[in-house]
């Protein structure tokens, strides 16, 4: 890990097993499946759900800073809490929760590199043992909209610009056009198939190795680099909801140490379905 | 049922799952799936011959624990029931019985099985009246 541009941002698992009982430390595990969490999770670990704990309830959008306050409060985590994110589906859903740790500033975020898979592989212990830690105080600035997240007006922008570039972490059907969703799931959500012209296409789970863990920095600068998706770019990473290209943004960022990058979150949920946007569709059947 | 009830309940059930695995001579096949968090369950059913009830329904499919979960236990509630009942039933029993506590952030992982069988009803409906009409031609 020591070559990532910062390798600060990771741990292994023989760190987390050393910092079971480190008070500076809360264990977050952020998973897709809402019951994984429940049949058995690192011991001392609290849960995130995205939709339950990082979404608003109503608009399309994320917890405001009251409630983001309250949710790390009620976690036991204050402001100089190490935050070590894991989940399930090679961290996917951790990438996309410290991103949204990091829209309000939080400073250490780390994720548990090769997350709960390579925890349970390497049968290490899990509990079902819930935690219940003390509330702490936290206080956090209002949600930066600006720095690492970007919005449609922008990417729309960002179509006729040069010295930037646009990733498309979906799989190469929902590039071309040819699904609206990825293979083996069910072909809904968007009204239009297709990628937003400009955008080069790199699925995101081609930046981990099969034990979940991320690939070396030679390796990730070799795929993103291949397609131009250069350091000296504005770089903006888009998915169908953000939550993979969250993933994304984690390893240009961090691991690569790209200096401008951000997650369009509307994404293709939202230009998709977006009326008189450009699209750009490969896909001939 | 409290919280940890429902989760009890649900994880019995995807880890035993019941009338998991198709069905010989279903009369209709559907499948169905969730893109949220992407859920896939098929339904196997196979009607009564008066052509009024359940007499058989399995399923087979992937995804979120909630989802499988209630895939098998909608099969244990439904067999032998007359179709008319299983139009009656609303996705909002279906949470609370699978514990609304637990599943209300998944709604549609809940409702997947329900939603699927109540399409393949439909499609049993359909080809019935589509048979009848050959028949009379």
Known sequence: MADYAHPEVLVDTNWVADHLNDPNVRLVESNEDILLYDQGHIPGAVKIDWVADLNDPVVRDYLDRERFEKLLSSKGISNDTTVVFYGDKNNWWATYALWVFKLFGHKDARILNGGRAKWIAEGRELTREVPNYPPAKYVAPERDDKTIRAFRDEVKEYIKKSGVALVDVRSPAEYSGERTHMPEYPQEGTLRGGHIPTAVSIPWAQAVREDSTFKSFEELQELYGSKGVTPDKDVIAYCRIGERSSHTWFVLKYLLGFPKVRNYDGSWTEWGNSVGVPIEKTYQG | ?137
């Open chain 2, 1 to 137: 049922m409290d919280r940890q009830e429902a989760i009890e309940f649900l994880l019995d059930h995807y880890q035993h799952p019941r009338n998991r695995g198709q069905l010989e001579n279903a009369d209709v096949v559907m499948p169905g799936g969730n893109p949220g968090c992407g859920d896939v369950v098929t339904i196997y059913l196979k009607v009564g011959e008066a052509g009024d009830h359940v007499e058989q329904v399995s399923f087979e499919g992937e995804g979120c624990t909630i989802s499988q979960a209630a895939a098998s236990i909608l099969t244990e509630m439904v067999t032998g029931k007359p179709l008319s009942e299983i139009d009656q039933m609303d996705f909002n029993d279906m949470i609370d019985h699978l514990g609304r506590e637990v599943v209300n952030t998944r709604p549609r992982c809940a409702t997947l099985a329900l939603g699927t069988l109540k399409a393949a009803i439909t499609k049993y409906r359909n080809d019935q009246i589509r048979a009848g009409l050959d028949a009379d031609s």
